[in-house]
């Protein structure tokens, strides 16, 4: 009987805890709310770490909703309320809409910079056990910045849980930045702690190793000191990675710019200074398409690309063409009058283009399959970036094969070196040359649609690349392909590694130096090619 009575008893005394451990849990919820009664920045920032140590399911939607500039309170009733988008208000606490009038005092939870990383640490915590990783990987990422420690108890109870080996990488690195910042952990802690960010090795690393609390203890600075001199290393590598990617982005840029003029100059002996102007006509052929898009069908705009690289290459051949029949075919043989001609010509069709289009720069978004980057490494990639260095060598592989493989090819080749022959053998010269042209001022407009992408699209769009489409064939070889390719990279490298030491412009010059000094001992370039204008 009397162990019957010590059952009963000690049911009811566990059946009691759970009711309390339950009404605390709420209690909880109601007492970090009332903070934001008070109306002050101090008081808000307590709130914000007790709702997200609340554990209440409802914390994570009175983060969000402080966040998003919704949460309400009313000091009068000592009550906060999260408005949605129709403007109507919810009880925070019980998630029950208002019913009636709402109090008079309502007012919105104020917020400054401060309050806003104290938001940002919450939304990671309270983020970090959610179903869909990429959220997850987030979460962890923004308490390693906010490197809250009230949100470590959390961040451990999600990395006991997880099963991505990413996402707890960052969760462990989240958790060794919250140790080293805290100073309440003990050195072996801390030493565990800098390993994992020596790991990281990237410039939040650096700046959190730098900046130790006052009170560490000498082992850890000792380790942490060897940890920079580690990362500032492996940062340095990086940093010549991520330069000779830039160095690549820019010569894709300079290849796709040369590739049109590799031809109409160095196969054809004809000095164009209205490349440029193909160059940007096939950029506002960009503008048209995405403008007519937005205006008819806008469901269309991802493809908006797609349909520009055809009709720009198909309007800039046929002004080349018409250029070619109409100023070019009389002026063969006489190099410095193509170039003047041309030169002229270049300031027609930005006077036609500025009149038409207006002189401001145009709007050419990006498609949302370009947009965004990630990171690879150490470094940081653009997809739209990534998209150009693939177009760029599509249109050239694309180039090869129709000079190797096709009639037209054939006839460009058998006119390049010897044009009396070919014309003996029964070729049009006059037809190839006009189609020559044509495909040289093609190519040119579909690089103004990939320049389109990352420039401005303004009437003097082609002048930025003139000057170097002429230097990246000169110096690979005139007439040749390859050494168009193999000089646009070099070149885009080389000026990508000069820029962090002599700038932009002194970079510029450096390799215009570099360029006259390599010809003096290579007249026709790295590649050497005969044709018509070596001959000559």
């Known amino acids: 009987m009397r162990f019957s009575r010590a059952c009963l008893v000690a049911l009811l005394l566990a059946f009691s805890f759970a009711l309390g451990g339950t009404a605390a849990r709420a209690a909880s919820l109601e007492d970090a709310l009332a903070h934001f009664t008070a109306d002050d920045f101090s008081e808000t920032i307590t709130g914000i770490n007790e709702v997200a140590a609340s554990g209440d399911p409802r914390a994570l939607t009175v983060v969000r909703a402080l966040q998003d500039g919704q949460l309400m309170f009313s000091a009068e009733k000592k009550a906060v309320y999260v408005k949605d988008g129709s403007g109507k208000l919810t009880d925070a606490a019980t998630g029950k809409p208002i019913v009636g009038t709402a109090p008079a005092d ?107 609390p006052p009170d560490t203890s000498a082992p850890v600075l000792k380790s942490a000191a060897a940890a920079i001199g580690g990362i500032k290393n492996r940062l340095v590598l990086w940093e010549a990675v991520q330069n000779a990617w830039y160095g690549i982005s820019l010569g894709s840029v300079l290849l796709l710019a040369a590739i049109g003029l590799a031809i109409t100059f160095g196969v054809m002996g004809v000095i164009n200074m209205a490349h440029g102007e193909m160059v940007m006509i096939g950029a506002y052929v960009t503008f048209v398409v995405q403008e007519t898009i937005r205006n008819h069908n806008p469901a269309l705009f991802d493809y908006s690309l797609a349909i520009a690289i055809p009709l720009s290459f198909l309007v800039a051949g046929c002004i080349g063409i018409v250029i070619e029949r109409t100023i070019i075919r009389f002026l063969y043989g006489r190099p410095l009058e193509t170039l003047l001609a041309t030169w ?109 992408q990352i420039d401005n699209v303004s009437p003097n769009l082609g002048q930025g690349y003139i000057i170097d489409s002429f230097m990246v064939v000169v110096f690979g070889g005139v007439g040749n392909l390859w050494g168009t390719l193999v000089g646009s990279f070099v070149l885009g490298i080389a000026n990508k590694f000069l820029e962090p030491y002599a700038g932009a412009v002194l970079g510029k010059i450096a390799i215009l130096v570099l360029i006259i000094l390599f010809i003096q001992k290579r007249p026709r370039g790295m590649f050497a090619l005969k044709g018509r204008a070596v001959e000559a």
């Open 344 to 452: 002229g010509l270049s300031l027609i069709l930005q006077q036609a283009v500025r009149s038409t289009f207006g002189p401001n720069n145009r709007d050419v978004g990006n498609p949302s399959w370009m947009s965004g980057a990630f990171d690879l490494g150490g470094i940081t990639i653009t997809y739209n970036r990534l998209w150009i260095v693939c177009f760029a060598l599509a249109v050239f592989i694309a180039l090869l094969a129709l000079l190797r493989y096709t009639r037209f090819g054939l006839e460009m080749r058998a006119v390049t070196q010897n044009r009396p022959m070919a014309a003996s053998m029964g070729i049009r010269t006059s037809r190839v040359d006009a189609l020559t042209f044509g495909l040289g001022s093609g190519i040119a407009g579909m690089a103004g649609v990939a320049l389109s």
């Open 106 to 212: 309502v007012e919105l939870v104020r917020l400054n910079n401060r309050l806003r990383g104290a938001i940002d640490a919450a939304m990671g915590g309270l983020t970090l056990l959610v179903k869909n990783p990429g959220t997850r990987y987030d979460a962890a990422q923004a308490v390693f910045k906010s490197r809250q420690a009230a949100v470590l108890p959390t961040l451990e109870n999600a990395i006991a849980k997880e099963q991505e080996p990413g996402v707890k990488r960052v969760m462990m690195e989240a958790r060794a930045a919250i140790i080293l910042s805290s100073g309440k952990a003990s050195d072996e802690d801390k030493l565990a702690a800098v390993d994992i960010i020596r790991q990281r090795a990237d410039q939040d690393s650096l700046g959190l190793l730098s900046s130790l």
